[in-house]
């Protein structure tokens, strides 16, 4: 287990440069991507926080000794409440998402389905995993969720597509291991993650034996390429701010004729199993969701609530019905959360798994209302969140004292605590982060329409319907 970020950096600065942003390679100390970095560095440095820090430390199921949770395997309810506590107090205390919770996801996933599948079927892959398992534990690595293929054409099953390569397969099997050739997108935080936990992207049938494969291989390792962008905050220059230090980048993933040892393979072929990675890490991710999204809730309600405060319009009936529906929506997304891990149950491989329609609920409420929030927090604020002149404007000689006098509101507050908390609304709701965190509010870890089928699947709807004909007297002809 690493004992700061220092060593995380000493690792991540040592890789192969194998990215590429605006047509030019670069390497991972590039300061576009010290934002990301910074950010995933407090998963390290916040183990001496006094809330925070107790919540990083798991017992290892495996050794016994003390790991970062975020390379842990939930082995009760307790975990996961442990896990919902964390999520929630460091987006609280970042302001941001927490970008590390996709690995541990799909670890969770990797050891339930290499454990079935070798039940089923007679392999070892499980045995390959819990080995590859401990190695990551020991070394505290950072791993991105690497699941989501190009897809091509959507009516087309991967077998069926002009390019085999739109989605993710195996081109070559050889006695020392595989070759894997395709592309998987959307990987936040990829960039700076030291390894790549790779899976497939939707259910399969025996014809799409080849593009069924879970495998994890270094981030820099030979053939793979990463295409990348990335979001920060604009420089303060005159006012810091401790949000602004952090940012995200994220990358399409190129594998090309990727060269994968058998240890390192924990699924090839076995189509019957080839939706479950991708279930189980979704499931995984969007109860992370039910924690994350309360807590980035609290942030827009806080800042809401701020700016009526600085308004004067705190005690207005349409503010406090606007702030109540945030903080509803807020509660019940965490509280379905909570229950979630309260119902949970254990997987044959001994890893819990929260109770799936409860998740689906919740991650379902925070997408569907991940607009309204944004809505809200810039109806309250008004148009200058949106149109506030730039910093330096604040500080110049001859503007600056004007802006100041003009941006005044309630009596008694004053104008360097307005310039500050509109600067930060502006960042929320008109930054460059902005289109991001809503569109990754909506469709991270699935869109509402994913939630909605899987609820409908897992939701024991004919038992509620037999109750209902109970109530009502009718009964069945036989």
């Known amino acids: 287990m690493r004992k700061s970020s220092a060593e995380y950096k000493k690792h991540l600065f040592s890789m192969k440069n194998n990215l590429w942003m605006n047509g030019q390679k670069i390497s991972r100390d590039d300061p576009r991507l010290e934002p990301g970095i910074n950010l995933m560095s407090q998963t390290y440095d916040l183990l001496s926080h006094p809330k925070i820090g107790p919540l990083l430390r798991a017992k290892s199921h495996l050794t016994g000794k003390e790991i970062n949770r975020f390379c842990h395997i939930h082995q009760t309810s307790e975990d996961l409440m442990t896990r919902h506590d964390l999520t929630k107090e460091f987006q609280l205390h970042t302001g941001t998402c927490i970008q590390r919770c996709g690995g541990c996801d799909t670890l969770n996933a990797f050891d339930i389905v290499s454990y079935n599948v070798d039940k089923l079927k007679g392999t070892d892959y499980h045995k390959r995993f819990l080995k590859y398992l401990q190695y990551f534990q020991e070394n505290d690595f950072v791993a991105p969720i690497t ?26 099997r050889k006695s020392d291991g595989i070759v894997v050739r395709g592309a998987k997108f ?111 809730i609290q942030i827009l309600l806080g800042a809401a609530a701020l700016a009526a405060d600085y308004n004067g319009i705190e005690r207005t009936q349409h503010v406090q019905a606007k702030l109540a529906d945030m903080i509803a929506t807020g509660q019940l997304i965490y509280a379905t959360g909570s229950m979630a ?62 802006l100041h006098k ?64 109970r109530l009502c007297g009718i009964t069945e002809s036989k």
């Open 147 to 172: 699941i989501t293929d190009p897809k091509g054409d959507r009516t087309l099953r991967p077998h069926q597509q002009h390019d085999p390569d739109q989605y993710l397969h195996v081109v070559e």
């Open 406 to 469: 003009y941006i005044a509101r309630k009596k008694g507050v004053p104008p360097e605590h307005i310039h500050k908390l509109w600067r930060y609304i502006n960042e929320l709701v008109a930054g460059a982060n902005t289109g991001r965190a809503q569109g990754g509010g909506l469709h991270g870890g699935g869109s509402p329409i994913m939630e909605q089928i899987a609820m409908r699947f897992t939701y024991d709807l004919e038992k509620d319907k037999e109750n209902v004909k």
């Open 341 to 402: 891990a309260i119902n949970a149950k254990k997987a044959p491989s001994g890893t819990m798994v929260p109770d799936e329609t409860l998740v689906h609920a919740a991650r379902y409420l925070a997408g569907s209302k991940i607009y309204h929030e944004y809505e809200t927090l810039s109806d309250i604020a008004g148009g200058l969140a949106s149109t506030l002149p730039y910093e330096e404007d604040f500080f110049n000689p001859e503007v600056g004292p004007l």
């Open 186 to 296: 959307h990987n936040s935080m990829a960039p700076y993650g030291e390894e790549l936990l790779v899976a497939p992207t939707r259910a399969l049938r025996p014809e799409d034996k080849d593009w069924c494969v879970c495998f994890a291989v270094p981030a820099d390792w030979e053939g793979v390429k990463m295409v990348c962008t990335y979001v920060q905050h604009r420089p303060r220059k005159k006012m810091p701010a401790f949000y602004t230090q952090f940012g995200s980048a994220e990358s399409s993933t190129i594998f090309d004729n990727v060269f994968v040892p058998w240890e390192r393979v924990f699924m090839c072929g076995e189509t019957e199993f080839g939706h479950e990675p991708g279930r189980l890490s979704s499931l995984y991710h969007r109860y992370n969701y039910s924690a994350c999204k309360p807590a980035a």
